[in-house]
Nanobody
Framework: VQLQASGGGLVQAGGFLRLSCVAS????????VGWFRQAPGKERESVAA????????YYRDSVKGRFTISRDNDKNMVFLQMDTLRPEDTAQYYC????????????????WGQGTLVTVSS
């Protein structure tokens, strides 16, 4: 499975962005999917994840109520709606996929896309 993320950019604090990730080259509908981010000089961290049926969903505490993960299995896509952005959300964002939901949440997912850069100015 190949993942291609897009939608990053420069936005002012309080603004919003919607990240998209399209999957190709494999069966997407049975994969858990998620988003990770890595800011300069910081460790990579899990942002959000959802199981193949969206029956399980995870958000890190700092994005709860502001970010929403969703997927469209017919289009092989996963989205991250990011509202009320903060400067501390600035990072490279990566979409990930794995048959196992825990692997996606825990950062050991099999499939990783290239990053898309989100910059939030104060």
């Amino acid at each position: 499975v190949q993942l291609q993320a897009s939608g990053g950019g420069l936005v002012q604090a309080g603004g919003f962005l919607r990240l998209s990730c399209v999957a190709s080259g494999g069966t997407f509908s049975n994969q858990a999917v998620g988003w990770f981010r890595q800011a300069p000089g910081k460790e990579r961290e899990s942002v959000a994840a959802t199981s193949w049926s969206e029956g399980f969903t995870y958000y890190r505490d700092s994005v709860k109520g502001r970010f929403t993960i969703s997927r469209d299995n017919d289009k092989n896509m996963v989205f991250l709606q990011m509202d009320t952005l903060r400067p501390e959300d600035t990072a490279q964002y990566y979409c990930v996929a794995d048959p196992g939901y825990r692997a996606v949440v825990g950062g050991t997912a099999t499939y990783w896309g290239q990053g898309t850069l989100v910059t939030v100015s104060s």
